[in-house]
């Protein structure tokens, strides 16, 4: 789904343009995401497999929940909507813990340049996997992952395969900051 964006410059600041985010993907500027990690009590992360019909990484496991924040949408109820969205949970921005801003630059094809600054927060998983009511034309599938094999498989960059790749910064970070949570 195409929507208006706001256009960041190469620090992540706000430059005051807007744009699609297609039109943004083509020409590479660089704008702003978030991303929700779900963790539950007893060490485990939800995992989203992203959808078959995905411009990027099509059926490979990913965060929680994702997605572009609109113009002028603050990054705090853009969160909020992408879990309502996505995996059909209502939560609080109060929920939300930002953990850092990391940024994402990656040119899959000389039409889609994704440069990303994104804001990602962790929020503890309240409810069973099967509550969870998944958005079919992002997301896959849901899956709960002990958070030691999510670490294993990720932070050798083990199974390339299998995950949307992230720096090592970035997982170990996830791990790293859901760990002291538990």
């Known amino acids: 789904m195409d929507e208006l964006i706001d256009i960041l410059d190469s620090q ?19 704008h702003q995401s978030v991303h929700v ?21 099509p059926l490979l496991w990913d965060v929680s929940v994702a997605g572009h ?4 949408e603050d990054m705090l109820d853009s969160a909020v909507r992408e879990v309502q969205e996505e995996i059909g949970l209502k939560i609080d921005s109060n929920d939300l813990e930002k953990i850092g801003v990391f940024k994402s630059f990656h040119k899959h094809s ?13 929020c503890k998983l309240k409810v069973p996997l099967h509550k969870l009511t998944r958005q079919e034309s992002e997301v896959n599938d849901l899956a709960l992952m002990p958070l030691i094999t999510f670490a294993q498989e990720t932070w050798g960059m083990a199974n ?8 090592l910064d970035y997982y170990k970070t996830i791990t790293t900051e859901i760990k002291k949570r538990l």
């Open 69 to 72: 924040i609109g113009a002028g």
């Open 160 to 167: 390339l395969k299998k995950y949307v790749r992230h720096s």
């Open 110 to 122: 000389e039409s889609l340049i994704d440069n990303e600054f994104n804001h990602v927060f962790l």
């Open 37 to 57: 990690w779900f963790y539950t009590e007893n060490g485990q992360i939800l995992l989203q497999q992203r959808a078959a019909n995905k411009d990027t990484h």
């Open 12 to 30: 992540g600041n706000l430059t005051g343009k807007t744009a699609m985010k297609s039109e943004a993907h083509k020409n590479g500027w660089y």
